[in-house]
C-alpha cells in the first residue's frame, strides 16, 4: 500500500512528529510505500539542522535525514510555513540576503501542491498533529 | 521480469502519469480551531486555495471552534494580527462551494446560520461523521 504522511507540529514540543517518524519507519519495514512525508504548520522546524538536544535524547531532524539517506523517502517542507518559521535552503537565504540557511540533508522546500499531490497519489494520507 | 514486478511497473506508470491524476478524488477539510489564537485556521485556507488549483472535489467542514472562523464582523485590529475572514466569501471564486458546520458545534457556542459570512450547510454529528466517511482524502486543522 502506498501511504502518505503529513506532519502538523515541531518537534519536542509535541508527540505528533515522533509518531509520524515510527509511522513512516514501520510502513517502510512492513515492506509498504512511503510516497512522501509533508511537513506543514511548526513541523517545518523538524527540518532545521541546527537543532541540539541534549545527548540522552533524541536527535529529532537527524533521525529524518537519516531515514531519507537510508530509504530514499521525499522529506518536503512547505515554503510559506518555512519562511515564516526562519527554516531555509542556501538558495532562499541567498536571495532573500540572510547570512545563513538551517535546512536539514534529506529535506526539501517546496509548495503545498506537494501536499495535495501527496493526498492524490496516496491510497492513505495520515496526517499526525492536533 | 517476474509477473509480480511487471504489475509494480505498471502501476508505477499509472502514478507517474503527471497529466492525469486519474480519478477526481474526494477531499475533506476538517477546520476545528478558533480562526485566531493559532495558526492553524489561516494555513489550513491556504491549503485550501491550493487545492482549488488540482481540481479535486473539496468539501470544508467547520467543528468545534473552528466554527467561530465563519463569525461575521471579524476585527483583528486590536490584536495586530491579519484579518482573513474574508477569503472565506472568495472560496466561490475557486468552486469551493461545499461548506459545512455541525450543528452541535454551532449550537454549543450560541451561534446560528445568520452568524456565518458565507453560506454553509449545517449538519449533525452523525450526517457530518457519514460526509467523512464518504471521503477519500480527509486533512484536519
Known amino acids: 500500500m502506498k501511504f502518505g504522511i503529513v506532519v502538523h507540529e515541531g518537534p519536542y514540543q509535541h508527540q505528533a512528529s515522533d509518531s509520524a517518524y515510527l509511522f513512516a519507519?514501520?510502513?517502510?519495514?512492513?515492506?509498504?510505500d512511503l510516497y512522501r512525508v509533508f511537513f506543514y504548520h511548526d513541523g517545518v522546524s523538524n527540518a532545521s539542522r541546527l537543532?541540539?538536544?541534549?545527548?540522552?535524547?533524541?536527535?529529532?531532524?537527524?533521525?529524518?535525514?537519516?531515514?531519507?539517506?537510508?530509504?530514499?523517502?521525499?522529506?518536503?517542507?512547505?515554503v510559506a510555513a518555512a519562511m515564516r518559521r526562519g527554516i531555509?535552503?542556501?538558495?532562499?537565504?541567498?536571495?532573500?540576503?540572510?547570512?545563513?540557511?538551517?535546512?536539514?540533508?534529506?529535506?526539501?522546500?517546496?509548495?503545498?501542491?506537494?501536499?495535495?499531490?501527496?493526498?492524490?497519489?496516496?491510497?492513505?494520507?495520515?496526517?499526525?498533529?492536533? | 521480469?517476474?509477473?509480480?514486478?511487471?504489475?509494480?511497473?505498471?502501476?508505477?506508470?499509472?502514478?507517474?502519469?503527471?497529466?492525469?491524476?486519474?480519478?477526481?478524488?474526494?477531499f475533506i477539510y476538517i477546520n476545528r480551531k478558533a480562526p485566531h489564537g493559532t495558526v492553524y485556521a489561516l494555513e489550513s485556507l491556504e491549503v485550501v486555495?491550493?487545492?482549488?488549483?488540482?481540481?479535486?472535489?473539496?468539501?470544508?467542514v467547520f467543528m468545534d471552534d473552528g466554527v467561530y472562523q465563519l463569525k461575521k464582523n471579524m476585527d483583528t485590529n486590536e490584536l495586530e494580527v491579519k484579518n482573513f475572514s474574508k477569503t472565506y466569501r472568495?472560496?466561490?471564486?475557486?468552486?469551493?462551494?461545499?461548506?459545512?458546520?455541525?450543528?452541535?458545534?454551532?449550537?454549543?457556542?450560541?451561534?446560528?446560520?445568520?452568524d456565518f459570512i458565507v453560506d454553509v450547510t449545517v449538519l449533525n454529528s452523525?450526517?457530518?461523521?457519514?460526509?467523512?466517511?464518504?471521503?477519500?482524502?480527509?486533512?484536519s486543522f
Open chain 1, 88 to 130: 531555509l535552503d542556501d538558495d532562499m537565504a541567498e536571495k532573500h540576503g540572510l547570512d545563513a540557511s538551517n535546512l536539514a540533508a534529506g529535506f526539501r522546500i517546496s509548495g503545498l501542491g506537494q501536499l495535495i499531490e501527496a493526498g492524490i497519489q496516496a491510497d492513505r494520507l495520515v496526517v499526525f498533529g492536533d
Open chain 1, 51 to 78: 537543532s541540539l538536544p541534549p545527548q540522552d535524547d533524541r536527535h529529532i531532524p537527524n533521525r529524518w535525514s537519516d531515514l531519507a539517506e537510508e530509504h530514499g523517502t521525499d522529506l518536503v517542507i512547505c
Open chain 2, 90 to 114: 472568495a472560496l466561490e471564486m475557486y468552486d469551493i462551494d461545499k461548506l459545512y458546520v455541525e450543528r452541535e458545534s454551532m449550537e454549543q457556542r450560541g451561534l446560528s446560520i445568520d
Open chain 2, 1 to 26: 521480469m517476474a509477473e509480480d514486478e511487471d504489475a509494480d511497473a505498471d502501476a508505477d506508470a499509472r502514478y507517474d502519469d503527471e497529466d492525469s491524476y486519474g480519478d477526481i478524488k474526494k
Open chain 1, 25 to 32: 519507519r514501520a510502513i517502510i519495514e512492513g515492506g509498504h
Open chain 2, 49 to 60: 486555495l491550493i487545492a482549488a488549483a488540482f481540481d479535486q472535489d473539496v468539501s470544508l
Open chain 2, 126 to 139: 452523525n450526517e457530518l461523521a457519514k460526509l467523512i466517511s464518504e471521503q477519500d482524502v480527509a486533512l
